[in-house]
Each structure stands twice: as C-alpha cells, then as structure tokens.
C-alpha cells in the first residue's frame, strides 16, 4: 500500500508563504485505481510532486508521511530514493514537452531509464524502447525512436513519455493527466494498456485527472480536492451516482455535450481562493450555492457520511436553512459507445445551428483551398534535405462569420500543422501550397504592413501554454504585448483595464497579472494563453486543444466566454481538439482529419449523429462518455 498522512506543503512565493496541501491523507492499494480529481490551482500535481519529492526549490513538506509498504519515503536519503523513484513509483508528468530532454533522441532517453531500473542493457534494452513505443501507438516505433521531441506532436510527445515510466514496471503509477494531450483513439488505448498492467503487475494507479469521463470508466475510488484540501472521498461508482459536497454537484452540472447546446453551462462562479490566507471558515463557501451563515465562520472537517467522506457542514448535524436537494445531479459512471445514447438536439434559431435548417453566409470569413504542407526531411549531422514530408494533403473548407469549425482527429494527423500554416507561423519551415482567403485577401500572399493587420485579425490559442508563454515576462506583460504591437491606439490606463476585465474573464484573480507564468498551474497556464489570443478581439481565433488543459468548471467558464464572443462580436473558431463533448456543445460544423486528409466534414449533427466513413465511426467509438452504469466499463480501443 502507498499511504499519505496528514500531508501538508507550503511554498514560499512572493504573496507570502503558500499551503499548497493542508492535511491531506489518503492510501492506495496495489491493482487500484484511485482518482484525485479536482480544479486546476487545487493542489493537485503538488501532491504527485510531494509523493516523488520533486518539489520545486520554493517548497518544502512541514509536516506528514507518505509510506510505501510501511517505509516513509520521505526520510530515504536521495541515493536511496533514486531506487524507488521510477523503479517502484512511476511518474507521468502532465507536460510533456518540458519533461523530455530536447537535445536527446526520445530513444536514447527510455533505454536510459530502462537500463536505471531494469536488469536489460544495449541492445535489450533499445528493443524494449521500441515495443514501449508501439504499445503505446507510436506509428514505425522502428524509426522514430531516433527522433528528437521537436519532431513529434504533443500527443506523440506525451506517448513517448508514458511509454518511459511504463518500460520500468514500477510498483504505483502516478498519472498526472496522462491523457489530457492524447486523442480519444489513443487515450482508449492507453487506457486499456493501463488496467491490462493492472492485472498482470498489481500496479496501483494515483490517476490525476479534470476528465471526469475517464475518471468513470477507470477508477475505483475518487477523490475530489479543493484549495488544497480533499473535500469528498467516495467509491466511483457512488460519486457519479449521488454526489454528497455541493462543488461535486455543481461539477457534473458543468460538464458540455449536446444537449445543453444553445444555453450557458452551468459554469461555478469565481475561482479557486488564495491559499496563502487564513482561513476561517468553508473555502468553498464564497462560490457555493448552498451556503448559510456558519460557513462563514465554522471550519468543516472530513466526516464519514453514508460509507464516503464529506467536508461540509451540511452534514454536520443540525438543521440547514439551505439544503442540498434529494437526487440532483444523479449521474451514473462508465465508458460507452456514445452514438447509440446521442441525446436529442436543442433547437436552435436559424444560423446558430447545425444540421438541416442551419443556413451558411453566402460569403466564408475564412476559405481554405487546396492546403498542402510538406517539411523537409533532414538527415546526416549536416541536416542535408533527403525527401520531404506532406503533413497535410489538399485539405479544403470554409468558415462562415460567427461559426465554428471543429476540426477533429488522431494527434499527428495534421490538425495543428493546419492551424499554424492559416496564422503564418510556417513561414520559412515548410513548403506551403493552396490558398488562405480571408475577407478576400490570401494570407499566404502578404507581408509588411498587410500581414500586420491580419495578425490583428488572426490569433492562435497554442496547444502548448508553457511553451508559449515568455518564462521572463509577467502575465501583463505577455498579454499587454499584443495590444502595443497590435491595438497601438490605446493608452497605458485603457491596456490596464482590458486586461484587469480580462483575467476576470477567464477566471484569473487580477494579482495573476504580476506574477510570471511557473508560478501556475497548467490549467491556469492555459487561461492565460487564452486570454492573451482574446485580448486584440480578433475576428477569426485558431483554438489549438484550447481546454484540453482545464478542468470542468474553468472549461465551462472557457466555452461559455468564447460563446458570448461569438454571440456579441460575431468571433469565428476553428476548434482544434479531440474532446468530442466540447465539439457537440460549441461545433457548427466538423471536419474530420487522418493522415493529413480530410475524410469527412458537414453539419455537426450530420457527421457527429450519423458518420458515413468508418474512420469517424471509429474515432466516435473510442469517446470516454458519463453513461447509465454503476461499474467501470472497457474502453474500447483502436
């Protein structure tokens, strides 16, 4: 068993010093699934950080034990926890691109690990690398073993790393969004890898997760944490089914699909408090909608309710002027194949739909036209060109004003490729063929001055917020950036308040915008990529996985902004991202992407409802859904 007791981790940052985790315990057992799911900020990752003691150097654990089979890691001494970690607690990290050493051959990196905690060297252990590979659905595992991570996609990116930690078949697993980057094709298969691991080795899993579908069809216990503390602790199957803490009712509320198209999600209000305060009553009181006067004042403790854990003064005893309603929210967990259980479709006002009735603008904001890019293959220390890759094939479609395009499909299949070539960002990189012809105007076409002005126009929300964002710079800094290069008509006071009204926007506290972009999460990292592509008020934003980082409640404040946008200004998307439950909330139209063709596209309703290819079946099939079960069910893998 891995155990933690009355863990507590405190940061030493500029607002004072931070609990980041305040007394949190729990235990998982070998061959468990155990899920910690909660909003980005909450103390998550700081606790997989915590377990592996890779906190950075501005934390440090005040007090607790975390105990592997009665041994407290955290009084081995560092050679002695070289040994454990990776070997007997595996970690995948929840960024996959800073986890990988840049100047090293992906292989060179997994045979390293293999060799640090396996018996196998040399050639062994290369071959080993390549099976971790192609179980893990690297396409020729053979030849991209010797890639660099600059070559492969954010998915394949986060394969080769899942792939690492697996080779060395460690005792525990800590999953930090071990899924968040892959495709739906893919993350089945990860999946399944996993509970097969499971069975074989008795691995247990610490499933860190804000994917409360895969939470459902994976795990055996869930954990709900908020503002560094654990606030509900619940068989899955009994969480999904009768959640007891009002944030857990407000959660499952919040999640997107398409029957709540046409209306806001029920999005939590506010954000996740400080924790660098004292606190002295419920921390979730300020958002919750069941709130009375003790909370203000009354610390709740973790008490045993019903065979779960609770942290509310709802169920403290006593009379409550505000109690939770009998059966709200009543969700039953598993994995299914969605399209059989699709549910019916709001209607909607003509323009806003999709599907018949829904009738397109004569004139496309954006057509795509024969789109084809091809990289060089460069190979021999001197980088000689020895053939060229085509990474998108004649792709073609339009984007009307006010629409959005989704544009969907296994990772590596050139959906970002796309994306980047539309907002010029391959220039000098790739050979572009095909027109972009925006109000008339081809982008591939300008320069100086003209694409200045597009840029305006045109904005990209990264797939990657980290590697996006400017480590040197504050958050007003970074965004501010945009608005002088770009809206050079606005004066200091006015850059100010858009950006204060931004941050509220994006569910950001304004004292965000003086820190610098390591001090957040990924989700919040992600928050601030959004806000900085909103903040010129573009017409036309490329959204590359734009919530594939953020968890349920920041996603619905997310969709329900772009959305408003939409409403308001007329913006247009093409949503980029293989989270089929956003498409069905916010699509109008889907594309469907393989192998840098596109194989399929229509009204949403048409390819999402009734697919006439076998791909998008299959891509639809392997969709983790919150279905009418009480057990984990199989995922079903490609």
């Not at 279905?627 to 069910?633: E, G, I, K, Y």
Request: aromatic share 4%; with cysteine.
């Amino acid at each position: 068993m891995l155990s933690i007791d009355n863990l507590k981790v405190a940061l030493d940052a500029d607002a004072g010093i931070v609990k980041a985790i305040d007394g949190l315990s729990l235990s998982i057992r070998r061959s468990e699934t155990f899920a910690l799911v909660g909003e980005s900020g909450c103390g998550k990752s700081m606790t997989a950080l915590a377990l592996m003691r890779l906190l950075p150097e501005s934390g440090a654990v005040t007090h607790g034990s975390v105990a592997l089979e009665g041994q407290d890691v955290l009084a081995l001494a560092e050679s002695a926890m070289r040994s454990v970690r990776g070997g007997r607690i595996g970690m995948i990290f929840q960024e996959p691109a800073t986890s990988l050493n840049p100047v090293m051959r992906v292989g060179d990196q997994i045979v390293e690990a293999i060799q640090a905690h396996t018996a196998l060297r040399g050639a062994a252990a290369r071959a080993k690398a390549v099976e971790w590979l192609g179980k893990v659905g690297i396409p020729e595992p053979e030849r991209r073993i010797d890639e660099y991570p600059f070559r492969l996609s954010g998915g394949q990116k986060q394969r080769v790393m899942i792939a690492m930690t697996l080779a060395c078949e460690p005792d525990f697993l800590i999953a930090d969004e071990p899924t968040t980057a892959l495709d739906v094709t893919i993350q089945a298969q990860i999946l399944d890898l996993l509970k097969q691991l499971q069975k074989e080795q008795g691995m247990g899993l610490l499933l860190i997760t804000h994917d409360l579908a895969v939470v459902a069809g994976m795990a055996h216990r869930v954990a709900l944490m908020y503002a560094g503390q654990i606030i509900e602790v619940a068989d899955a199957a009994e969480f999904f089914a009768a959640p007891k803490h009002p944030y857990a009712r407000l959660l499952l509320r919040a999640l997107p699909d398409s029957a709540k198209r046409g209306v806001a999600l029920a999005a939590i209000p506010g954000t996740v408090p400080a924790l660098s305060q004292d606190f002295m009553g419920c921390r979730f009181a300020p958002r919750c909608d069941r709130v009375f006067e003790a909370c203000a004042s009354t610390r709740p403790e973790l008490i045993e309710v019903g065979g779960r854990s609770v942290r509310c003064l709802l169920y403290a005893g006593g009379p409550h002027p505000n109690p939770l309603p009998e059966g709200e929210g009543v969700i039953h967990g598993a994995i299914s194949s969605p399209r059989g259980q699709a549910e019916a479709l709001l209607p909607l006002p003509l323009g806003e739909g999709r599907g018949e009735g829904a009738a397109l603008p004569v004139a496309p904001l954006l057509e795509v036209r024969h789109l084809t890019v091809a990289f060089a293959i460069r190979t021999g220390l001197l980088q000689r060109a020895s053939g060229a890759f085509t990474a998108v094939d004649d792709v073609s479609f339009s984007i009307a004003p006010g629409q959005t395009l989704a544009l969907v499909g296994e990772s590596g299949c050139g959906k970002t490729t796309t994306g980047k070539a539309i907002v010029q960002l391959l220039r000098g990189q790739a050979v572009i063929e095909g027109q972009a012809m925006f109000e008339g105007q081809d982008l591939f076409a300008l320069n100086g001055a003209e694409l200045l002005a597009a840029r305006r126009q045109v904005q990209i929300i990264f797939q990657d917020p980290f590697a996006s964002l400017d480590p040197r710079m504050r958050v007003f800094d970074i965004l501010e950036e945009g608005l002088l290069a770009l809206r050079p008509e606005l004066d200091a006071s006015a850059r100010r308040a858009s950006l204060e009204r931004l941050v509220d926007q994006v569910g950001l506290r304004r004292d965000a915008l003086g820190r610098y972009p390591h001090e957040f999460s990924g989700g919040q990292r992600q928050r601030i990529a959004i806000a900085r592509a909103l903040a010129v008020q573009p017409r036309l934003i490329v959204c590359d996985e734009p919530t594939s980082a953020l968890d349920v409640s920041v996603q619905a404040q997310i969709l329900n902004l772009l959305r408003e946008l939409q409403r308001e200004l007329g913006v247009s998307y093409l949503f980029i991202t293989h989270n089929i439950g956003v498409v069905e909330y916010i699509a109008d139209r889907v594309a469907v992407m393989n192998r840098g063709r596109i194989e399929e596209q229509g009204a949403a309703a048409e390819v999402l409802d009734a697919p006439q290819f076998a791909y998008t079946r299959t891509l639809l099939a392997a969709v983790p859904r919150i279905a009418q079960s009480s057990q984990p069910a199989e995922s079903v893998a490609i």
